[in-house]
């Protein structure tokens, strides 16, 4: 089973991932994840993104691309995967598209969290203080808020045609969240 989670900064992708991926014994795949690692590495992919992250701004399509496809090549995401975090833009779900239809399989939910603007600052000025990440700036949360309006929105309605999007409500608790979810997706 492969499952998109998707939703603005800070609307719980990451932990309602984690979780499924604990469920569903199938791999995460999060982009942030993986780019924040060669950031800390000091990788030349590293140290390119940072120079978009600390802005704010989606790390270019050409920088992310042949990473996911390395990722989703990997033996465990051979029968379902957790994307969180990619696709961010009509370019790469199209990619997302082609690599899973390439071995007959598909996305088979899209779990939109919605969050409100006022909560998902909070939740982030808040992880900015725990973990210190350069992202979570107050001018970079501003910018990642609507550049994920511009560019990450348009493909609820992407795979809204594909009947597969289901709206997730992000306010409450972990575990009642996870719980809607566990409901939605049937495990």
């Known amino acids: 089973m492969f499952i998109l989670i998707l939703g603005p900064p800070g609307s719980g992708k990451g932990t309602q991932g984690q979780m499924l991926v604990q469920r569903l014994g199938v791999p995460k795949i999060a982009t942030g994840d993986i780019l924040r690692e060669a950031v ?111 560019e990450t929105a348009p493909l609820v309605a992407h795979y809204a045609q594909r009947g597969v999007v289901h709206r997730v409500p992000g306010a409450g608790s972990v575990e009642e969240i996870a719980e809607e979810i566990r409901r939605l997706i049937g495990r």
């Open 40 to 150: 800390r590495t000091g990788s030349r992919l590293g140290r390119e993104a940072r120079r978009y992250m600390d802005t704010g701004a989606l790390v270019p399509d050409n920088i992310i691309l042949d990473l996911i496809k390395a990722e989703l090549g990997k033996p465990g995401a051979l029968e379902g995967a957790v994307l969180d975090g990619f696709p961010r833009t009509q370019a790469q779900a199209e990619l997302v598209d082609k690599v899973l239809g390439e071995r007959g399989a598909r996305l088979n939910h899209v779990l939109l969290l919605d969050v409100a603007e006022e909560e998902l600052v909070r939740r982030l000025h808040g992880r900015a203080d725990i973990e210190g990440r350069s992202d979570d700036t107050p001018a970079a949360i501003t910018a990642r808020l609507r550049t994920y309006q511009r």
